[in-house]
Structures are given as C-alpha cells and as structure tokens.
Nanobody, 126 residues
Framework: QVELVESGGGMVQPGGSLRLSCVAK????????MAWFRQVVGQEREFVAA???????????YYSDSVKGRFTISRTNTGNAIDLEMHSLKSEDTAVYYC????????????????WGQGTQVTVSS
C-alpha cells in the first residue's frame, strides 16, 4: 500500500518554529516532485514548497512568496521523504499542511500530484 505519512504539526506562538516531516511508504518517490501544500477550511489548497528531482542525487527547491525566507524544504531518506522547517511563524500560516508526490508539471498546482498524505494541523496563535 502506497502512502505518505506526515508528522510534526502542532500549536505554536507567533514567531515560533515547527518542523514537519513526510515519509513515503510502499514505493520509492526519489525521482518525483514532493511538496507541501496547505489548506484552510473553506479555501483552496495552496502551494507552500516543493523539492523536484534534477537527476541523480540533485534536488531543486521552490517556495511560495508567502513563505520564502522563513520556510526550508529538504529531501531526506535517499529522496523518499521531505521535511519542512518553519520559522518566524505567523497567524496566517495556520492551516492543515499536506504532503504530495507527483511527476507532472507545473509543480505548484494540486492537480500535478497523484499521492497525498492525510494532513497535519499547524496552529499559530498566542
């Protein structure tokens, strides 16, 4: 059974930090794009960050403007997992964060991803 398993969500005060992890199970995704999206109830799922395969052991990273400079995505576990380091968190970062894996482009859109995790809640509040 293929699945993406997320962990690391929680509640943090504004200005704080959290680390999310996503591990792929059941198959290898080392040549896939793996990404983080987030969704607030009543809104569309939005792109946060992506790690795309550049050949051999090379991976490229991309970020939405809203998180650039505050979030860092990294590829681990021989390319079959991704982490998201989140710093200087703001109340507007509150959302359910989803991990996705896919091979289609563009990587910033939900429809390019064939596999999704169950989501992990991140709440930024004082």
């Amino acid at each position: 059974q293929v699945e993406l398993v997320e962990s690391g969500g929680g509640m943090v005060q504004p200005g704080g930090s959290l680390r999310l992890s996503c591990v792929a199970k059941g198959r290898t995704f080392s040549t896939y794009a793996m990404a983080w999206f987030r969704q607030v109830v009543g809104q569309e799922r939005e792109f946060v960050a992506a790690s795309t395969w550049g050949g051999r052991t090379t991976y490229y990273t991309y970020y939405s403007d809203s998180v650039k400079g505050r979030f860092t995505i990294s590829r681990t576990n021989t390319g079959n997992a991704i982490d998201l380091e989140m710093h200087s968190l703001k109340s507007e970062d509150t959302a359910v964060y989803y991990c996705g894996a896919g091979i289609k482009r563009p990587f910033e859109v939900v429809s390019s991803y064939d596999y999704w995790g169950q989501g992990t809640q991140v709440t930024v509040s004082s």
